[in-house]
């Protein structure tokens, strides 16, 4: 099962250059054991699916307890910033990313799937989405150490 992730372009790059570990989220999702690769879906002004992830762990805690122990690997310097997109919140998810593909091109999901809707958060990418563009499997190769470039997943 593969995921497509909303994400501001600030944090996308963050992810693409190795500053950020780890991706908060409010919400998970109901079954992470099974994702095999979380596509970066960067929105406004972007747009545009930037690269992808698989997952390390998926940590549950309060918003603090996320901060003390992922604040810095969060791509944020700002604490304050961190606990105000949890405010109301008393639990939250810390996603590790573990390794990061970014694409050649950034692909616009408007050019493959006509009714395209960006997710809000995320959403489930069904096994022959026009999203799912890495290898045969849609999959990320967990196993390959040094992935860079989307060629190296090609099915060709």
């Not at 604040?71 to 919140?89: I, L, N, P, V």
Request: no cysteine; proline share 6%; charged share 30%.
């Amino acid at each position: 099962m593969n995921v497509l992730l909303s994400i501001k372009p600030e944090f996308a790059e963050k992810i693409l250059r190795g500053s950020k570990k780890y991706e908060f989220r409010k919400t998970t999702f109901s079954h992470p054991e099974a994702v095999e690769t979380v596509y970066l879906y960067s929105s406004s002004p972007v747009q545009r699916v930037v690269g992808a992830f698989t997952m390390a762990e998926v940590s549950e805690g309060s918003p603090r307890q996320l901060w003390e122990q992922f604040g810095h690997q969060s791509g944020m310097d700002d604490r304050d910033r961190f606990m105000a997109y949890f405010e109301d919140t008393e639990e939250g998810y810390a996603i590790g990313i573990d390794q990061v593909l970014e694409l050649d091109e950034a692909i616009d999901p408007r050019e493959r799937i006509d009714d395209f809707v960006p997710p809000v958060s995320f959403h489930y990418l069904d096994d022959d989405s026009e999203l799912n563009v890495l290898n045969g499997s849609g999959a990320a190769s967990p196993g390959n150490s040094s992935p860079t470039k989307l060629e190296q997943y090609s099915s060709d």
